[in-house]
């Protein structure tokens, strides 16, 4: 484009911050919503990986044409079918949920790609991806990847009280976002309880996976928690608000980052968008679902989703209604900020 600078030593995948999800079954509406909370707070260009079932691709590619042209200039989505390049496919999407497996393929199947950030369909962001993406930044030389702690409280936590296999730390770790520096994983040998060498991403999984597989519960999940449990140096730990779910508020409040910054990434597992368990993580999915992209922000999505939360404050979740609108309400306030200050250099005569 005239007048555009650009990096000259940056490759085009660097360019934008990259985003990768697996959707199979009944994933598809979940998926756009996730990527619709992506795009519109997200000052960066995103590139979407989507890996998903040859049935769903078309009806992906409808929907994602059908949004205005002022969001999807802001992203490029790219289409891959579900394969596992190690051991047998069907044990592999057989692993927990169809198809989850895959994300730990990511780093064999993009090589073209130096950083990722993997979400499961079920995630909503609440503030730019430009946010999380700033922590690659801030991992030392030997981290390769980010999560944040399964739970905060050992005694209520589900690998501290139930896991058969090794984990991470003293609550294990969730995978539903995942920070990824594909470039140090795919160059790394990993220690390992198979052989007292290290062993290559891709040498690794399988055989781990035929090891623990009668131990693991939550498949993919488990197996990324006893990777980490040989290779703690690798793993960069972020704090409960990057992937704040249910465990964080139906047992009482136990985010402190969240109580202290708010939420930033939603992770509505369990089901909770679907069902009435948990209604203020469906009030969240059901705001931004209904939001029509060139509406007003604050009259449209922020007002809307306020008097949603009254219905839910007899929930314990819905008690704490301002540790889910703190960071979307700054969010906002920054998105218009920043359209403001455009108008007004648009129009400025002086």
Not at 72 to 85: D, W
Not at 182 to 207: A, C, D, Q, V
């Amino acid at each position: 484009k005239p007048g555009e600078q650009k990096h000259p030593k940056e490759p085009s995948s660097l360019q934008c911050m990259h985003l990768a999800v697996v959707a199979c079954g009944d994933r598809l509406e979940e998926t756009l919503i996730m990527l619709k909370s992506a795009v519109l707070f997200s000052n960066r260009r995103l590139c979407f990986h989507i890996f998903a079932e040859d049935s769903l691709k078309p009806e992906f590619e409808k929907k994602l044409k059908e949004w205005p042209s002022s969001y999807t200039k802001k992203f490029e989505s790219n289409f891959y079918p579900i394969t596992f390049s190690v051991g047998n496919a069907q044990e592999w999407k057989k692993l927990f949920k169809p198809c989850a497996a895959q994300r730990l393929f990511l780093p064999v199947i993009l090589k073209d790609v130096d950083s990722l950030l993997y979400v499961d369909t079920d995630v909503l962001f609440l503030r730019p991806i430009d946010d999380i993406w700033q922590l690659l930044r801030e991992f030392n030389s030997t981290q390769l990847a980010a999560m944040a702690p399964e739970h905060e409280v050992p005694k209520i936590g589900w690998y501290s009280r139930f896991a058969r296999h090794p984990y991470y730390g003293t609550t294990g770790l969730n995978s539903g976002v995942m920070l990824m520096n594909l470039t140090r994983i795919r160059s790394t040998h990993f220690k390992n309880s198979l052989i007292p060498g290290g062993l290559t991403w891709e040498e690794m999984l399988y055989p781990l996976y035929q090891k623990y597989k009668n131990y693991i519960t939550w498949g993919d999940q488990d197996l990324l928690n006893i990777i980490f449990y040989f290779n703690p140096e690798c793993l960069y730990v972020f704090p409960c608000q990057w992937n704040y779910r249910p465990d964080h508020c139906m047992y009482g409040s136990n985010c402190r980052g969240a109580e202290r910054d708010g939420v930033s990434i939603l992770h509505g597992n369990r089901g909770v968008y679907h069902d009435d368990k948990q209604p203020t993580f469906k009030a969240l999915y059901e705001v931004i679902r209904d939001f029509p992209f060139e509406d007003n922000l604050f009259q449209s999505l922020y007002y809307p989703l306020q008097s949603k939360f009254l219905d839910t404050v007899h929930t314990l979740c819905g008690r704490i209604p301002q540790v889910f609108l703190k960071q979307i309400e700054k969010t906002m306030k920054k998105v218009y900020e920043n359209r403001v200050i455009v108008y007004l250099g648009a129009n400025h005569r002086y």
